[in-house]
């Protein structure tokens, strides 16, 4: 039995890809598993917090004693996640949010032609900077960055223009991070600290981080 650092705290927890709809049979989404998320979920839930876990379509079971949310497009994820915010104490956002759905969703599937075919895509809300905005005082709330590049620089800009009070930056091309592998080697950014933790299991990044976002509510 883990010692029940986390007990009363509601803890809620975005996990894998969105699908944004072309046509009845086609999709827009990316490479996501899901697994850090749902690696935090199950933490949070071993600490004995109650755990809501907001999840897009993934491969991965059900988490038992969890709050089990399954959506589809960002746009549902939005409405999932808005409408449950009020009385959560930390809020992890690992979700892989598409930032464009097309503009328009094809009643019927697009038949093939000889020509070329174009789409507009229009922006998804950012649920990320909405939680940052109306963020609460008793609120801690975690981001997650993925990038190919200038890592550290994108992920703190992102740190402030979202209003988090932390995030974990991976790249994608280190290895053993970031999509579909069972670890993780991230960069943990809070205001006034850089920290590059050593490679580690996405279950054990969960504690971590956990951990963090209760220091951070206890300096607050
Ligand atoms: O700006 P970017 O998408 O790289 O930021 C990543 C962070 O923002 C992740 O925590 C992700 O879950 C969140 N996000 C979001 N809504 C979006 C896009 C990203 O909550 N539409």
Do not use: W
């Not at 007990?7 to 086609?26: C, F, H, I, W, Y």
């Not at 490479?31 to 749902?38: A, D, I, L, N, V």
């Not at 935090?40 to 491969?59: E, F, H, Q, S």
Request: charged content about 25%; overall charge negative.
């Amino acid at each position: 039995e883990m010692e029940q650092t986390l007990k009363g705290k509601n803890v809620l927890v975005s996990a894998g890809p969105t699908q944004e709809a072309l046509d009845p049979v086609r999709f827009l989404s990316n490479h996501s598993s899901g697994k850090q998320g749902y690696a935090i979920a199950k933490a949070a839930k071993a600490l004995g917090a109650n755990v809501t876990l907001v999840a897009g379509p993934t491969a991965l079971e059900d988490l038992k004693d969890i709050n089990m949310v399954h959506v589809t497009s960002a746009q549902d994820m939005f409405d999932a996640i808005t409408s449950r915010l009020d009385n959560q104490n930390y809020i992890i956002m690992a979700a892989a949010v598409a930032d464009y759905r097309p503009e328009m969703v094809a009643d019927q599937k697009i038949k093939k032609s000889d020509e070329e075919v174009t789409f507009h895509f229009v922006k998804n809300p950012d649920i990320l900077a909405y939680i940052g905005q109306h963020k609460k005082e008793n609120q801690v709330i975690c981001g997650f960055a993925m990038e190919t590049q200038n890592l550290e620089e994108n992920a703190r800009k992102k740190l402030e223009s979202k209003n988090c009070d932390m995030l974990i930056a991976n790249n994608l091309f280190t290895r053993g991070a970031g999509f579909q592998t069972d670890t993780n080697v991230v960069t943990l950014l809070r205001k006034n600290e850089t920290k590059h933790l050593p490679k580690c299991s996405k279950e054990e990044l969960g504690y971590k981080i956990l951990e963090t976002m209760k220091e951070i509510e206890m300096e607050k």
